[in-house]
T-cell receptor
């Protein structure tokens, strides 16, 4: 099992819909979880971070964490064409070699 | 305020040559990270420094790669000798304190090794 797994997409949603991006991780002891957005040809930028089980909301974005299921998700409400990008899930691990591992990302396309 | 600065933005070199990538973190930030991004492997953490000291280099692929941070405002990633499989975008990022803080990425260096 890969350390951090994401569906590569593309995930296509119509403008105004809810986009749901998912991420699973293998290290049960992981404590910190991040979502980064990366536009094509640009560098990643932080969208949200979450440390505790449950939901965390910031504007149109909601991060959800379920440590028992080793699952973290990002919901984007009222999706806009400007949300079209690749979304990277990142996990800080408590064990293993590399302390910070990124998923390969999910490409989101919001259709106007 | 200036963000993370990387140079060069693009580098094309021939196999066997030495490549040096440079990074200036955000002023006042205490941690610096080097990443490599490829389509096949995604974004990989190579090494990170805290207060100029290397903390974890487990992501450095092999001895051809080395990184230094001689002071709080400058770091280098060197590849010697370079190989075609090193072709990637290399990002530098910095955080205010530690690995759990928000990472601010530089624009990246696109390296092509022929």
């Amino acid at each position: 099992q890969k350390e951090v797994e994401q569906n590569s997409g593309p995930l296509s949603v119509p403008e105004g819909a809810i986009a749901s991006l998912n991420c699973t991780y293998s290290d049960r002891g992981s404590q910190s979880f991040f979502w980064y957005r990366q536009y094509s040809g640009k560098s990643p930028e932080l969208i949200m971070f979450i440390y505790s089980n449950g939901d965390k909301e910031d504007g149109r974005f909601t991060a959800q964490l379920n440590k028992a299921s080793q699952y973290v998700s990002l919901l984007i409400r009222d999706s806009q064409p400007s949300d079209s990008a690749t979304y990277l899930c990142a996990v800080i691990r408590n064990s293993g070699n590399t302390p910070l591992v990124f998923g390969k990302g999910t490409r989101l396309s919001v259709i106007a | 305020d200036a963000g993370v600065i990387q140079s060069p933005r693009h580098e094309v070199t021939e196999m066997g040559q030495e490549v040096t990538l440079r990074c200036k973190p955000i002023s006042g930030h205490n941690s610096l990270f080097w990443y490599r991004q490829t389509m096949m492997r995604g974004l990989e953490l190579l090494i990170y420094f805290n207060n100029n000291v290397p903390i974890d280099d487990s992501g450095m692929p092999e001895d051809r790669f080395s990184a230094k941070m001689p002071n709080a405002s400058f770091s280098t990633l060197k590849i010697q000798p370079s190989e075609p499989r090193d072709s990637a975008v290399y990002f530098c990022a910095s955080t205010a304190q530690s690995i759990t803080d928000t990472q601010y990425f530089g624009p990246g260096t696109r390296l092509t090794v022929l």
